[in-house]
Nanobody, 123 residues
Framework: QVQLVESGGGLVQAGGSLRLSCAAS????????MGWFRQAPGKEREFVAAISWSTGNTYYAKSVKGRFTISRDNAKNTVYLQMNSLKPEDTAVYYC????????????????WGQGTQVTVSS
Protein backbone atom coordinates (compact mmCIF):
# COMPACT_ATOMS: atom_id res chain seq x y z
CA GLN A 1 0.00 0.00 0.00
CA VAL A 2 0.98 3.61 -0.61
CA GLN A 3 -0.20 6.52 1.49
CA LEU A 4 -0.30 10.03 0.04
CA VAL A 5 -0.77 13.08 2.24
CA GLU A 6 -1.28 16.52 0.70
CA SER A 7 -0.75 19.89 2.32
CA GLY A 8 -0.51 23.52 1.30
CA GLY A 9 -3.97 24.41 0.09
CA GLY A 10 -5.77 27.57 1.11
CA LEU A 11 -7.38 30.81 0.02
CA VAL A 12 -5.52 33.18 -2.28
CA GLN A 13 -6.40 36.16 -4.43
CA ALA A 14 -6.31 35.97 -8.20
CA GLY A 15 -2.76 36.40 -9.44
CA GLY A 16 -1.32 34.91 -6.29
CA SER A 17 0.66 31.73 -5.68
CA LEU A 18 0.42 28.56 -3.63
CA ARG A 19 2.60 25.48 -3.30
CA LEU A 20 1.09 22.08 -2.65
CA SER A 21 3.07 19.20 -1.22
CA CYS A 22 2.39 15.47 -1.34
CA ALA A 23 4.32 13.14 0.95
CA ALA A 24 4.33 9.49 -0.07
CA SER A 25 4.93 6.58 2.28
CA UNK A 26 4.63 2.82 2.18
CA UNK A 27 5.41 0.86 -0.98
CA UNK A 28 6.51 3.95 -2.87
CA UNK A 29 8.66 1.95 -5.28
CA UNK A 30 5.43 0.74 -6.88
CA UNK A 31 4.81 4.25 -8.18
CA UNK A 32 6.50 4.92 -11.51
CA UNK A 33 4.70 8.22 -11.79
CA MET A 34 3.04 10.83 -9.63
CA GLY A 35 0.57 13.51 -10.52
CA TRP A 36 -1.94 16.12 -9.48
CA PHE A 37 -5.61 16.16 -10.37
CA ARG A 38 -8.36 18.56 -9.35
CA GLN A 39 -12.10 18.51 -8.98
CA ALA A 40 -14.32 21.57 -8.93
CA PRO A 41 -17.90 21.43 -7.59
CA GLY A 42 -20.20 19.74 -10.05
CA LYS A 43 -17.37 18.75 -12.37
CA GLU A 44 -15.40 15.60 -13.03
CA ARG A 45 -11.92 15.13 -11.64
CA GLU A 46 -9.39 16.34 -14.20
CA PHE A 47 -5.70 15.98 -14.87
CA VAL A 48 -3.41 18.88 -13.91
CA ALA A 49 0.24 17.74 -14.00
CA ALA A 50 2.35 14.59 -13.98
CA ILE A 51 5.95 13.68 -13.26
CA SER A 52 8.12 10.61 -13.68
CA TRP A 53 9.76 9.53 -10.43
CA SER A 54 12.90 8.28 -12.18
CA THR A 55 13.59 10.95 -14.83
CA GLY A 56 11.73 13.98 -13.50
CA ASN A 57 10.14 14.51 -16.89
CA THR A 58 6.89 16.42 -16.64
CA TYR A 59 3.61 16.82 -18.47
CA TYR A 60 0.88 19.46 -18.00
CA ALA A 61 -2.71 20.13 -18.86
CA LYS A 62 -3.05 23.00 -21.34
CA SER A 63 -5.02 25.04 -18.84
CA VAL A 64 -2.11 25.24 -16.39
CA LYS A 65 0.97 25.01 -18.62
CA GLY A 66 3.26 27.96 -18.02
CA ARG A 67 1.66 28.76 -14.66
CA PHE A 68 2.07 25.54 -12.66
CA THR A 69 5.25 23.55 -12.04
CA ILE A 70 5.39 19.99 -10.75
CA SER A 71 8.59 18.74 -9.13
CA ARG A 72 9.77 15.94 -6.89
CA ASP A 73 12.29 15.30 -4.14
CA ASN A 74 13.16 11.62 -4.34
CA ALA A 75 15.02 11.64 -1.03
CA LYS A 76 11.92 12.91 0.75
CA ASN A 77 9.41 10.92 -1.36
CA THR A 78 7.60 14.19 -1.88
CA VAL A 79 5.99 15.77 -4.92
CA TYR A 80 5.23 19.48 -5.18
CA LEU A 81 2.92 21.62 -7.27
CA GLN A 82 3.92 25.26 -7.49
CA MET A 83 0.94 27.27 -8.69
CA ASN A 84 1.51 30.82 -9.91
CA SER A 85 -0.78 33.38 -11.54
CA LEU A 86 -3.77 31.66 -10.03
CA LYS A 87 -7.20 32.28 -11.50
CA PRO A 88 -10.68 31.86 -9.99
CA GLU A 89 -11.22 28.92 -12.35
CA ASP A 90 -8.36 27.10 -10.60
CA THR A 91 -10.59 26.78 -7.53
CA ALA A 92 -10.98 23.07 -6.75
CA VAL A 93 -9.99 20.27 -4.45
CA TYR A 94 -6.53 19.15 -5.54
CA TYR A 95 -5.61 15.49 -5.27
CA CYS A 96 -2.20 13.89 -5.32
CA UNK A 97 -2.03 10.64 -7.27
CA UNK A 98 0.36 7.74 -7.68
CA UNK A 99 0.44 4.84 -10.08
CA UNK A 100 2.43 2.35 -12.09
CA UNK A 101 2.40 4.35 -15.32
CA UNK A 102 5.18 6.88 -15.85
CA UNK A 103 2.75 9.68 -16.70
CA UNK A 104 -0.56 9.71 -14.92
CA UNK A 105 -2.80 11.72 -17.20
CA UNK A 106 -6.09 9.94 -16.61
CA UNK A 107 -7.92 8.94 -13.45
CA UNK A 108 -7.91 5.39 -14.80
CA UNK A 109 -4.08 5.39 -14.53
CA UNK A 110 -4.18 6.11 -10.80
CA UNK A 111 -3.72 3.42 -8.18
CA UNK A 112 -3.45 5.66 -5.12
CA TRP A 113 -5.13 8.93 -4.15
CA GLY A 114 -4.46 11.43 -1.42
CA GLN A 115 -7.28 12.87 0.66
CA GLY A 116 -7.34 16.15 -1.24
CA THR A 117 -6.64 19.75 -0.31
CA GLN A 118 -8.88 22.73 -1.05
CA VAL A 119 -7.58 25.59 -3.18
CA THR A 120 -9.79 28.66 -3.42
CA VAL A 121 -8.91 31.60 -5.64
CA SER A 122 -10.91 34.77 -5.10
CA SER A 123 -11.45 37.36 -7.82
Amino acid sequence: QVQLVESGGGLVQAGGSLRLSCAASGRTFSNAGMGWFRQAPGKEREFVAAISWSTGNTYYAKSVKGRFTISRDNAKNTVYLQMNSLKPEDTAVYYCAGGGRVFLTSTTDVNYWGQGTQVTVSS
